[in-house]
C-alpha cells in the first residue's frame, strides 16, 4: 500500500492506493492485435499500470478499456480480475478529478467480487472519496463498514489498514465537528500502530494534538505534540524534515495559545533544520516563514511580519523574488488555497501597520493585496471541482472580503474618496452570499435550457483536467525532492486549461449571456445604481449610511 500524506500543516486524510504491484517498466506498448491469449491480456494490464506510474492516466484508461474489451470475450473471470481493472479505473478518475466516473468504478469492482477483504479495502478508496466531496457522514459509514471486516481478517497487512482507517475516521469527524470521536478515532490508530510496530503514527499524535487542543485539553495536546516529535525523530532522524515539520507545528501550538518566547525557539530550530533539507524555495519552507510572520503579528510587530510573508511568497513562487514587502505576485501566477491565506495575512499586516506609520501608504497596499487576493479567489472558485473544496474557498472569499470592508471603508474616512466607499460596498454586498453563491449559481444556471451538451461537457472536463493537474502539482510539491520539470510541465498546462476554461467562459458570455449571467457573473448593484433608483431623500439617507456606522468592521480580526 502506498499512502498519501497532505501538508502537514492541515488535518492529514492519509490515501489508499489499493493494489499496487511492481510493473516492468520495459511493457510500454502492446498491439492489440496480439491479443490472443491470457498472457497477452496480462500483458495489457501491466502496460496500463505503467501508463499510470508515468502519470498518463488517458493510456492507461485506453488499455484498461481494451482488457475490459478481450476479457469480455472470456467466459470466467480470468487474470487479471474484473475488480481489480475497476478499482485501478476508479482510482485514476479520481486522479483525473472526476469524482462521480471513480465512485462508479469502485462500485462495479465491488460488485465482481464476493471476498470481503477487497470489499473492505474498495470501500476504503469510497469512503476517501466522500472525504474529498466533503461528505463526511457518508465517508464514516464506509470506514466503519472497512474496519469492521478487517477486525475479522487473516491478512498480515490488516493493521495496518485499520490504523490508518482510525486515522481518516478521526479525521471525517473532526471535520464534522465532533471531537470527541475524533479523538477515540485517533487514539485507536495509535494504539494499533505502536503495538504494532507500525510508521506514520507522528501525524496521528499531531491530529490527535489538534483534536484536544479543539477539547481545550491543552496539557494532552501538548503531550501529543512532543509525542509527535518524538516518533518523527525516531522514524526519519533528527535533521530530516520530517522532524522539522513537527518541530513547527508544536510552535504554532504555542504560538496560538500565546506562549511566543517558545514558539519563536521551536520556529527557528524548525527553519534551520528546512532551510538545509529542503532549500529556500519548497512548499514547507514557505509554511515555516509564514508561521514565523504570523508569530510577530501576535506579538504586535508588523513590519517583521510583512517581511516573514513576504520571504513565505518568495519561497513558495518559483519565479518570484521580489523582497519589498510592498510587491506582489503578478496575477498570472497560479494560485492555490495557502497563497491565498498568505496574501490575506499580508493585508491584515498592513492595515494593522496603518495604525502605527504612513496609515494612508500602507492602507492602500493592504487594499492591493486584497484585491490580488480577490482575483484569484475567483480563478479558483470557477475551477475547482470538490464540493468540499468549494466550501472551503467559499469562506476564505469571506473572510478576504469582510476584510475588503474595513480596509475600504478605513480609507473613505481619511481621503474622503467616494471609490473607497464603493469599494467598501461592493465587498460588503459579495460578502453577504459568498458562502451560498457557487451553490446558488450552479443550480440556476441548470435550469436555463439552450446549453449544447457539447459545450457543457467541454466545460466539466476542462475543469477535472484542471484540479486533477492541481493536485499533482500539490503532490509533487510536497515531496522532499520535488521535479521542477514536472512541476513546470503541470502549470504550463494548467495555464493553457486556464485561457481554455476562460475562451469557453467568453463563448458562453456572447453567446448564452443568461447562462453566463448565472453561473459566472460576479456583479452586484453598485452605489450609483442604488442611488438612482432611490428618491432623493433616500438618496441622501444612504450616502450618509456610507459613512463609518455603516461599516461596523474597522476592528475586524481574522486570525
Excluded at 480480475?81 to 462500485?107: C, E, M, P, T
Aim: with cysteine; proline share 2%; hydrophobic share 35%.
Amino acid at each position: 500500500m502506498n499512502s498519501f500524506k497532505s501538508q502537514l500543516n492541515f488535518l492529514i486524510l492519509k490515501i489508499f492506493i489499493l493494489l499496487l504491484a511492481d510493473i516492468p517498466f520495459s511493457l510500454l506498448r502492446v498491439n492489440a492485435q496480439q491479443l490472443t491469449s491470457t498472457s497477452n491480456i496480462n500483458a495489457l494490464y501491466d502496460s496500463a499500470l505503467v501508463y499510470y506510474r508515468a502519470a498518463n492516466y488517458n493510456g492507461a484508461i485506453q488499455n484498461f478499456d481494451k482488457v475490459l474489451l478481450f476479457k469480455n470475450n472470456i467466459h470466467e473471470d480470468i487474470n487479471p480480475k474484473y475488480f481489480k481493472v475497476y478499482n485501478w479505473l476508479g482510482l485514476i478518475y479520481k486522479k483525473q478529478g472526476d469524482l462521480s466516473r471513480a465512485i462508479d468504478f469502485y462500485k462495479k469492482a465491488i460488485e465482481k467480487t464476493s471476498e470481503s477483504y477487497y470489499i473492505s479495502l474498495i470501500n476504503d478508496n469510497l469512503a476517501n472519496i466522500y472525504s474529498l466531496k466533503g461528505d463526511y457522514a457518508t465517508a464514516i459509514s464506509y470506514f466503519e463498514n472497512t474496519l469492521s471486516v478487517l477486525e475479522k481478517s487473516d491478512d498480515v497487512n490488516k493493521y495496518r489498514y485499520m490504523a490508518d482507517n482510525f486515522h481518516n475516521l478521526g479525521y471525517a469527524y473532526r471535520k464534522l465537528g465532533n471531537y470527541n470521536m475524533a479523538r477515540i478515532s485517533y487514539l485507536k490508530s495509535i494504539q494499533l500502530a505502536e503495538k504494532n510496530q507500525i510508521g506514520g503514527v507522528g501525524e496521528t499524535y499531531y491530529n490527535c494534538g489538534l483534536t484536544y487542543q479543539k477539547l481545550d485539553s491543552l496539557n494532552r495536546a501538548d503531550f501529543c505534540f512532543k509525542k509527535a516529535i518524538a516518533c518523527n525523530t525516531k522514524e526519519f532522524g533528527e535533521n530530516h524534515y520530517m522532524t522539522a515539520m513537527s518541530y513547527m507545528n508544536y510552535g504554532l501550538f504555542y504560538s496560538e495559545i500565546g506562549e511566543f518566547s517558545k514558539s519563536e525557539q521551536l520556529y527557528q530550530r524548525a527553519y534551520r533544520i528546512i532551510i538545509n533539507t529542503l532549500g529556500s524555495k519548497h512548499l514547507y519552507t514557505s509554511f515555516c516563514l509564514k508561521n514565523n510572520g504570523l508569530l510577530f503579528y501576535r506579538n504586535g510587530k508588523y513590519k517583521q511580519a510583512l517581511e516573514y510573508y513576504q520571504k513565505s511568497l518568495i519561497s513558495k513562487i518559483n519565479n518570484f523574488n521580489d523582497s519589498s514587502v510592498y510587491t506582489n505576485p503578478r496575477e498570472d501566477v497560479l494560485p492555490d488555497m495557502d497563497l491565498l491565506d498568505i496574501l490575506k495575512l499580508k493585508a491584515q499586516a498592513f492595515g494593522q501597520l496603518a495604525e502605527q506609520e504612513n496609515k494612508v501608504e500602507n492602507l492602500k497596499a493592504a487594499l492591493a493585496t486584497l484585491q490580488l487576493t480577490a482575483t484569484f479567489t475567483e480563478q479558483l472558485r470557477t475551477g475547482y471541482l470538490y464540493e468540499g473544496s468549494k466550501l472551503q474557498l467559499a469562506a476564505k472569499e469571506h473572510e478576504t472580503y469582510l476584510l475588503g470592508v474595513s480596509i475600504g471603508n478605513s480609507l473613505y474616512n481619511i481621503t474622503g474618496d467616494s471609490k473607497y466607499a464603493g469599494i467598501a460596498f461592493r465587498y460588503a454586498e459579495y460578502s453577504k452570499y459568498a458562502v451560498l453563491r457557487e451553490l446558488k449559481n450552479d443550480e440556476m444556471a441548470k435550469g436555463i435550457a439552450g446549453i449544447p451538451d457539447s459545450i457543457s461537457d467541454n466545460e466539466r472536463k476542462v475543469k477535472q483536467q484542471i484540479a486533477s493537474l492541481r493536485m499533482q502539482v500539490e503532490d509533487e510539491s510536497k515531496l522532499e525532492h520535488p521535479n521542477r520539470l514536472k512541476i513546470d510541465g503541470w502549470n504550463g498546462q494548467l495555464f493553457n486549461l486556464t485561457q481554455k476554461r476562460e475562451g469557453l467562459v467568453q463563448l458562453l458570455e456572447n453567446n448564452y449571456p443568461e447562462y453566463y449571467k448565472q453561473k459566472y457573473s460576479n456583479q452586484v448593484v453598485s452605489i450609483p445604481q442604488l442611488q438612482k433608483a432611490m428618491d432623493k431623500k433616500k438618496a441622501a439617507q444612504f450616502t450618509f449610511w456610507t459613512a463609518p456606522l455603516f461599516f461596523p468592521f474597522s476592528d475586524t480580526s481574522l486570525i
